[in-house]
């Protein structure tokens, strides 16, 4: 189980996360929050089916950080919706995290709604390049990682 951890930690990219929080924390903040954002612009309009979709993605980094976890804290804010979104109340912690992931994928399948979103994540590490040069190098690790990811592959 701890290896399957350090895979995570590894493929969603904290630990490069946590060398740029080192160099540049508002940078580590700017590229934190897109995804807050696109979350809050999907879930904003009626009927979005990617609101579910950001919603898992959102829980799921809160469980694999630790921040949240459903077998202590089953009526978290986080858990409750997440235990919604699954269908199944009964699942602990450690089953509901291949299901959200699963969800999550969902956005990686549209091709076209992923490839929006890698422009999207490109343009965001150009311009924190072009004002924070110091955290290009590791930036550009991060972004190779997920596309590394969404193509099947191991960063």
């Known amino acids: 189980a701890n290896m399957d951890m350090e895979k995570n930690t590894r493929i969603h990219g904290y630990k490069d996360l946590d060398v740029l929080q080192g160099k540049a924390p508002a940078a580590t903040a700017f590229e934190a929050n897109i995804d807050s954002v696109l979350k809050d612009y999907d879930c904003s ?13 959102t829980i799921l980094e809160h469980i694999e950080q630790g921040i949240t976890n459903c077998d202590s804290a089953r009526t978290s804010d986080d858990c409750v919706v997440a235990l919604g979104l ?4 009964s699942l602990s912690n ?8 699963a969800m999550t994928m969902q956005m990686v399948m549209d091709e076209n709604h992923d490839r929006l979103l890698n ?16 955290t ?20």
């Open 45 to 57: 309009r009626e009927g979005d089916p990617d609101c579910a979709v950001w919603t898992a993605a």
């Open 86 to 89: 699954l269908g199944d109340a």
């Open 94 to 101: 450690a089953d509901m995290q291949p299901k959200l992931a």
């Open 119 to 134: 422009a999207l994540y490109g343009g965001v590490a150009d311009f924190l390049c072009y004002k924070m040069p110091i």
């Open 136 to 155: 290009c190098d590791d930036l550009k690790a991060l972004m190779g990682d997920v596309a590394d990811l969404e193509a099947g592959g191991e960063p």
